[in-house]
């Protein structure tokens, strides 16, 4: 199937599933954390699908490229939050494994995507 939009990519159809667990996480966490992780973790989460088409709408490869790295510089910075989350005791593996799995998921896709453009 062609590409036509960013909304076609499945890396971006997964980092957006990824954003919408994020916002399901931060809500297990306490009302203290609100100025804290959580606002933390739903910056980070929603940057990722916002480069992934910021970039796909660029006039040239090499911006394309660069967005793609800041998303995937964002997914290490969620991914290290959600360490904090569970560490910190706010919420188990158990509840963190969708997040978790599509943190993988979405890094892969993007490995993939850069290696490509970069071609």
Same mark, same amino acid.
């Given at each position: 199937?062609?590409?036509?939009?960013?909304?076609?990519?499945?890396?971006? #159809? *997964? /980092?957006?599933?990824?954003?919408?667990?994020?916002?399901?996480?931060?809500?297990?966490?306490? %009302? $203290?954390?609100? @100025?804290?992780?959580?606002?933390?973790? #739903? *910056? /980070?989460?929603?940057?990722?699908?916002?480069?992934?088409?910021?970039?796909?709408?660029?006039? %040239? $490869?090499?911006? @394309?490229?660069?967005?793609?790295?800041?998303?995937?510089?964002?997914?290490?910075?969620?991914?290290?939050?959600?360490?904090?989350?569970?560490?910190?005791?706010?919420?188990?593996?158990?509840?963190?494994?969708?997040?978790?799995?599509?943190?993988?998921?979405?890094?892969?896709?993007?490995?993939?995507?850069?290696?490509?453009?970069?071609?």
């Amino acid at each position: 199937m062609p590409v036509r939009s960013y909304q076609d990519l499945e890396v971006w #159809q *997964r /980092a957006v599933e990824l954003a919408i667990e994020s916002y399901r996480v931060t809500r297990r966490l306490p %009302s $203290r954390e609100m @100025y804290g992780l959580t606002s933390q973790i #739903q *910056r /980070a989460a929603v940057s990722i699908p916002a480069n992934i088409a910021e970039g796909h709408g660029r006039a %040239s $490869r090499g911006d @394309y490229v660069r967005h793609l790295t800041i998303a995937n510089g964002s997914l290490r910075e969620l991914e290290t939050h959600l360490v904090l989350v569970e560490r910190l005791d706010y919420a188990g593996s158990t509840e963190l494994e969708r997040a978790r799995t599509l943190v993988t998921r979405v890094g892969q896709m993007l490995v993939a995507l850069l290696r490509r453009l970069r071609k």
